[in-house]
């Protein structure tokens, strides 16, 4: 049974965001926030969501925004006290540029900051019986460095940690934060990856397993189990043997 009213969600527009929104609509929450930079894709998933009666705020809000991310959550819970928040929102780096893997740091890690301290202030002033749960989008990428994408499991890695931290430090205030590693899923990333993807899965199921895993209180949320443990054993070996799996990987074209 769905215990959240209120769930607010960055990088709604596609992939697991989009995924997350529509099945949230569909368990029964009572608003849904959404936020992208793509106005067509976000009100598209926007219509989706209101097909099963829920209340859906969708807004254009950049993420690398400080200022424009804490209005629109404070706003967001004015309207109802948010329940479940997922810092989502993230970007593929591509060509490993200067501009790309500045736009990535600041997207992947400087968004979840904007989204996550915010929402951290407003749950340590929350009534103690109010459901309080965030949840932070890193991936299976974050396990360790992967020399196919420097920069993505870099931030990756950054969130994995934090918001593992934040789950002990916060759990004593009722704040209960799940860190998401999943593999390769489907959206706009991996619509434009040419290398094998292992344990490929659709986003509405990634989003299924997601959730259930939420309303468990799991704090780590990886997977597919197989990926997981690879990323795993490959981040526990002796760099000269990690280093030497790695560099056989197949890089993108």
Known sequence: MNKFNHVLITGASSGIGEALAIHYAKSGVKLLSLCGRNKERLDKTAEECRKFGVEVDARIV???MKKDVEAWIN???KKMPLNLVFANAGVATLEE???NVRRTFFVNVLGVINTVLPVIDLFKKAPAEQ?????????IAGYHGMPTCPSYSATKACVKAWGEGLR???APLGIRVSTICPGFIRSRITDKNTCPM???MEADKAAEIIAK???KNV?????PWQMRLATWLGSILPNKVSDFIYSKLPYKV
């Open 62 to 64: 950049d993420v690398r």
């Open 168 to 170: 002990l430090s916060l």
């Open 213 to 215: 895993r939420i309303e």
């Open 97 to 99: 540029t200067t501009d």
């Open 131 to 139: 459901m309080k749960h965030i949840a932070i989008t890193s991936s």
């Open 75 to 77: 706003e967001a819970n």
């Open 219 to 223: 704090g780590l949320i990886a997977f």
């Open 198 to 200: 292992p344990y490929f």
